[in-house]
């Protein structure tokens, strides 16, 4: 399919973001300047709704946290809603270069979802502890498994999804931590969508704090075992995906 910035909508999940989200829509304005950019804030306490309204986004406030699957779904909701065809997601805290969104979005004229994947090839250099990339690499190969394409970062939260993957997250997107990037990529090959992933460079988060510490990633971790347990099988069962209006 051919893409076009102006049928293209920008969502940035945010949970105070305020020191970083100014620029985060500075760098997009710069680099996507014909796409619309939609901010959910995801209950912050901070100033990030006021930062983000100066800096020309619009906002949808939740009313309190409910993570960034909660915060993702509102947005493919708002992009079917007013007619979107095509969505990329970026994080508000810097670690996404919207220079590289072009990448992603050309791949979408093969894929119904694109991952821009920090571990595409050895020479990356983005620094995750050890513990970590073992969690990140084992999830990756399961995932592939269920997949017709080998992922190497399924966690990355710098996504674009085409009009067969609006159409089905915003109905089916799981809240949970991990949840909105390892289940929810689970749930969209087992509706036949075509995934792909693109090697891109990733930054460090430029302000703010993680949500997650390290134990409870293990928890969650622990969580999706049941999804990947789910029969393969079962893609042939689940309804049909239909493209978004």
């Not at 102006?6 to 105070?16: H, K, M, S």
């Not at 969505?87 to 810097?94: F, N, P, S, T, V």
């Not at 072009?102 to 995750?128: K, N």
């Amino acid at each position: 399919m051919a893409l076009d910035d102006d049928r293209l909508l920008v969502i940035i999940p945010c949970y105070n973001e305020s020191e970083t989200i100014g620029a985060v829509l500075h760098e997009v304005r710069a680099c996507l300047p014909n796409a619309d950019v939609l901010v959910v804030d995801d209950g912050s306490t901070d100033h990030t709704r006021p930062v983000a309204i100066a800096a020309g986004a619009r906002v949808v406030t939740l009313p309190f946290n409910l993570g960034v699957g909660g915060a993702l779904r509102t947005g493919f909701r708002y992009a079917i809603r007013h007619g979107y065809r095509v969505a990329l997601q970026i994080d508000g805290d810097g670690q996404h270069d919207p220079a590289t969104a072009h990448t992603l979005l050309a791949e979408l004229s093969g894929a119904d979802l694109v991952i821009g994947a920090r571990f595409a090839d050895e020479e990356d250099d983005y620094e995750v502890g050890l513990v970590r990339r073992l969690v990140m690499r084992a999830l990756a190969r399961s995932v592939s498994r269920h997949s017709d394409t080998t992922l190497t970062d399924v966690t990355s939260g710098f996504r674009a999804f085409g009009p067969r993957a609006l159409s089905l997250f915003a109905a089916h997107y799981p809240a949970e931590y991990l949840g909105d990037t390892v289940e929810a990529l689970l749930i969209a090959t087992r509706h036949g969508l075509k995934v792909r992933q693109v090697g891109v460079a990733m930054r460090p988060r430029q302000g703010g704090a993680a949500s997650q510490t390290s134990a409870r990633s293990a928890i969650h971790v622990l969580r999706l075992v049941p999804a990947f347990l789910v029969p393969a099988r079962l893609k042939h069962e689940l309804p049909a995906v239909e493209e978004s209006p």
